[in-house]
């Protein structure tokens, strides 16, 4: 995992960059090279200086692909939905133990679950808080960045040390098949700066004693099941396959 710093700037205030600082423990620099994260007019983003083509990666939960799910994505039809069980109740507690750049769970979120998500990685956990409290702050994404809760610590801890939930979510690194096309941008940074999940199998034994409904499991079409486990059930979204192992009916 690589050390991902925060640039000094104008942009950067001395409360912010010391709440940063202090919550995700950054270090600092005032020159930009390789991978950083920097705030630009007002979000906070992961930049890399030798990749001016990349463009900045940052956490928005009101415009873009997030927000195009909210407003016009196939609500409780949704593959993720049928798979957390949304389309049978949609006031559930979900712990999202990978959380990433948080897309998914900002769409259960607005499907009404309780979300809590787990970042192990300094700087994408960074990104998230950014993201969050830009979302508090929109009128529009009050009320669901309210069911939205960040942890920044390994998932194995908070799927050890955390309270009952009803679902857990897994979403682990899965390494890009070779032959593929050239990835998102997104993509390549989360490969770059994050790396994949090598301790993934140990996580769905202590997700399924956490889980009082069930734990599901987001694979691409052509990656094996998570510990080679067989789920319950699957349901196959557009671009992914959600594996998920049933402990209670919801």
Not at 22 to 35: K, S, V, Y
Not at 140 to 169: G, I, K, W, Y
Request: net charge positive.
């Amino acid at each position: 995992m690589l050390t991902i710093p925060l640039l000094q700037n104008a942009e950067l205030n001395e409360q912010y960059r010391h709440t940063l600082q202090q919550q995700f423990n950054l270090n600092t620099i005032t020159t930009a090279a390789g991978w950083y994260l920097s705030v630009q007019q007002g979000a906070l983003v992961l930049l890399n200086a030798d990749l001016p083509k990349q463009g900045a990666i940052m956490v928005d939960f009101a415009s873009g692909a997030s927000s195009y799910r909210r407003q016009h994505g196939g609500g409780k039809s949704e593959a993720i939905a049928k798979a957390v069980g949304l389309n049978k109740k949609s006031q559930l507690s979900v712990l999202d133990a990978t959380a990433g750049l948080g897309r998914d769970a900002f769409v259960l979120a607005s499907l009404g679950a309780t979300v809590t998500l787990v970042e192990r990685n300094p700087a994408v956990a960074a990104l998230l808080a950014d993201g969050l409290r830009r979302a508090e702050a929109d009128p529009q994404l009050t009320e669901v960045a309210a069911r939205m809760q960040l942890r920044h610590c390994p998932a194995m801890q908070a799927l050890q040390n955390s309270t009952a939930v009803d679902v857990v979510f897994l979403d682990p690194m899965f390494p890009a098949r070779e032959k593929s096309a050239q990835v998102k941008k997104e993509m390549r940074a989360f490969h770059d700066v994050v790396g994949s999940d090598d301790d993934a199998d140990s996580l769905l034994a202590p997700a399924l004693a956490l889980a009082q409904k069930r734990v599901v499991v987001k694979r691409p079409g052509y990656a094996g099941w998570l510990a080679d486990k067989a789920p319950t059930m699957t349901v196959t979204g557009k671009n992914n396959r959600f594996d998920v192992y049933v402990n209670a009916a919801i």
